[in-house]
């Protein structure tokens, strides 16, 4: 399989306007556009797709982070930040125009988000992030964008995968976790694509 973006190449900075932020004095909100993304080549016994957008390089501790006068190290230990977990996307389906689904910052993220018919999104990690933030405070699914730290000096990848699975429907409900979506797909991954874009709110580190 191959998947693909009209809005930045494999390995390549992704444009702000598809970030949740953006660098402003250190920090404002973007557009938090979803990027374009195209697929293809998937096996003949397809029935359905998942999509899943995952940040490898978020801190794992976050005493230092978006702290003036502060540094998060790079060589701090990294866990896993979810953007966007999407499945039982119909197996006609080979193609999100940009802004398809997510086309602004939502307060409290989003309740209904776009999607191809018949899809499911998930819950991601700003639902963590933003828990107990009277402005922010909320449910966040579907897709939002890249927002690291505007201190660290690590330069943050994101994993779009796509993968093609042999069922047609996996049993999630809505604000499904990362954890429920990969124990749901086990034996049903027929093959899967990866597009990795690169972002930093820290000029000094470039991305």
Known sequence: MQLRSDNFENGQRIPAEFAFGKQAQPFALSDNHSPHLAWKGAPSATRSFVITCIDTDVPSRGDDVNKEGRTVPADLPRVEFVHWLMANIPVECGELAAAACSDEVTPRG?????????????????????????????????????????NDALLHHYHFRVYALDIASLALVRGFSLAELRAAMVGHVLDEAE???????????GG
């Open 195 to 205: 597009l990795v874009g690169v972002y930093s709110l820290n000029p000094q580190v």
């Open 110 to 150: 989003k309740r209904e988000p776009f999607g191809p018919p018949g899809s499911v999104q998930g819950v991601n990690d700003f639902t963590g992030w933003f828990a107990g933030d009277a402005g922010m405070g909320g449910e966040y699914l579907g897709y939002d964008g890249p927002c690291p730290p505007w």
